[in-house]
């Protein structure tokens, strides 16, 4: 069976009858299970047609959904067999991963939208045992380069819960715009969320599109987005970028910005790739102002972690800043890098009094980390090694191994052919625990994430294309117990179930990247290009000038 994420369990009777599900089939939903159920009724009758209705109290169902607490969590256990498949969870949210399971194991008409004739519905006679490796299985999606509309959102959600990820870490503001809106201060969105035109392909090629680009999230487009997430059991983790990362802010309100050495109210939204030098003044009236943003931001979502980015904050202004540079002497700081420290704990600070946690990019080890501070682990392992062994919980998102915006072949058709070539072998080779750490360090590791950085993804589609089926075999890392030596693992085996997921992916309407190449209207003539020399930047683009 093609299974992926690989289950640790399989146990197939091919001497035994296949259970079939038919129109009069009907689910017995156990006390503590009916939203799942309903979920599951949802997905199988759009694809079947089938009513799947409850079966009546008392009375054998077709499908039978129970909770186990003996169990873990994210536990499950699924057995078919001709009279029935009976689903166990630990929890709801292990009942959900056996419903998916389960569609697997009914092929991949099972995730078209409407019902085609003469598809088979039967589920070989099998016993699954399944628990994931990690808590945390993400993937990062950045809306801020360019924006996704709330239902390509919806539609990327549903993706990440057909393959067991639980987190979608959402990069909601950077230089390029402002997508979250804020009541308080209105022209974060007003001005932020929009920029004049957008940078084509490398800087080196100085070509813009001029086109005006932008878009924002109202909070009821938010809430519904975590309420649709939370109901696949997808824990929506969002990112607020600082001090760093600021300037649609600072194109909003010029006061947020090092007023004394730059025309802060000259500034817009920016227009270009990379990292800008506009940051935020360091100052108890720029505190007060995301204190505020984030007030509204933790009544939308309810997530314990808040992402804070600290990633990427060049120091110059704040060196050439007096104002800057009295606050580093006010607060009896050494340098520029313990001011950027004393904003991550003071917000670390400020969440956990609200019951929250900080996570931030693994710049904010840089001038000290904040006592309950966890880190995104992105320029590799160091920073992610260093927080675990002092005792931080790590996310491993190394760039040269799951930043998914990098190309995905060396070839000259590879769309805008961005930082390393990451092949989905490589992908599913990457281990996210490193061998340095011992095993008290390494229980810090709390999961892993892949990461789509949208400066080169135009649309929905390029998201597909960059995203899969990358993001399948990284399912797979995050869920799976691979064996921890990458060599080791069975390649030729994923490659083989990957050829049965293709068509799952094909009736989700993912327009994944073939093994033979991107298709003619994903090479994007006229963007085509050849990666600068030099290393490769935190979201993607090449750093040389």
Avoid at 81 to 103: C, I, K, P
Avoid at 454 to 466: A, C, I, L, N
Wanted: aromatic content about 8%; proline content about 8%; overall charge negative.
């Amino acid at each position: 069976m093609d299974l992926i994420p690989a289950p640790s369990h399989v146990q197939t009777r091919t001497d035994a009858p296949p259970f079939v599900l038919h129109a009069g089939s009907r689910i017995a939903a156990a006390p503590g299970t009916a939203a799942v159920a309903r979920r599951l009724r949802a997905e199988l009758s759009a694809a079947t047609g089938f009513d799947l209705d409850p079966a009546p109290a008392g009375e054998a169902g077709d499908l039978v959904l129970e909770l186990d607490a003996a169990l873990g969590a994210e536990e499950y256990r699924l057995e078919a067999d001709a009279t029935a498949v009976r689903l166990t969870g630990g929890s709801t949210a292990g009942l959900a991963h056996a419903a998916q399971t389960l569609r697997q194991l009914l092929g991949p008409d099972a995730y078209r939208s409407a019902p085609l004739p003469g598809a088979d519905w039967t589920v070989p006679a099998v016993e699954v045992r399944d628990a994931p490796r990690f808590g945390w299985r993400g993937a990062m999606l950045d809306v801020a380069r360019h924006f996704m509309p709330k239902a390509g959102v919806l539609r990327f959600i549903d993706q990440l819960a057909a393959h067991k990820l639980n987190v979608l870490h959402f990069h909601l503001t950077d230089d390029q715009g402002w997508r979250i809106e804020v009541k308080r201060y209105p022209k974060l969105t007003e001005v932020g969320g929009w920029r004049e035109r957008s940078m084509v392909g490398y800087r080196a090629g100085g070509r813009r599109d001029d086109q005006p680009h932008g878009g924002y999230y109202t909070q009821d487009d938010l809430r519904e987005i975590v309420a649709y997430a939370a109901a696949r059991h997808i824990t929506v983790v969002p990112e607020i970028d600082l001090p760093g990362h600021n300037q649609a802010a600072i194109a909003a309100y010029p006061e947020l910005g090092n007023t004394d050495v730059v025309d802060t109210a000259a500034l817009g939204t920016w227009t270009d790739w990379g990292v800008s030098e506009n940051i935020l003044n360091p100052s108890e009236a720029t505190l007060r102002f995301y204190e505020g943003v984030l007030e509204e931001l933790l009544e939308i979502f309810p997530s314990t972690f808040v992402h804070l980015g600290g990633d990427e904050c060049p120091k110059d202004q704040w060196k050439a800043s007096p104002a800057a540079q009295a606050r580093i002497a006010e607060l009896g700081l050494k340098d520029e890098f313990e001011l950027q420290s004393h904003v991550i704990r003071h917000f670390d600070r400020w969440l956990a009094e609200r019951g929250r946690r900080l996570i931030g990019w693994d710049e904010i080890l840089e001038g000290g980390l904040a006592p309950g501070a966890a880190v995104s682990s992105w320029r590799g392992y160091d920073g992610g090694i260093a927080a675990a062994n002092a005792g931080h919980d790590v996310v491993m998102c190394p760039e040269q191994h799951v930043y998914l915006d990098h190309r995905q072949a060396d070839g000259e058709d590879e769309p805008v052919p961005v930082g390393w070539v990451r092949t989905l072998e490589d992908v599913y080779r990457f281990e996210p625990v490193p061998p340095q750490l011992d095993e008290a360090a390494a229980a810090h590791v709390i999961g892993t994430q892949a990461n789509l950085w949208t400066e080169f993804m135009y649309s929905g589609r390029d998201v597909d294309y960059k995203a899969f089926p990358r993001l399948a075999a990284f399912a797979e890392v995050a869920w799976s117990d691979l064996p921890r030596d990458p060599d080791a693992r069975d390649w030729a085996g994923f490659e083989r179930r990957m050829a049965g997921h293709y068509p799952r992916l094909d009736a989700l309407g993912i327009e994944y990247r073939r093994p033979e190449g991107p298709r003619p209207w994903q090479r994007k003539p006229g963007v085509v290009g050849r990666p600068l020399a030099g290393k490769p930047g935190p979201s993607g683009e090449n750093t040389a000038p």
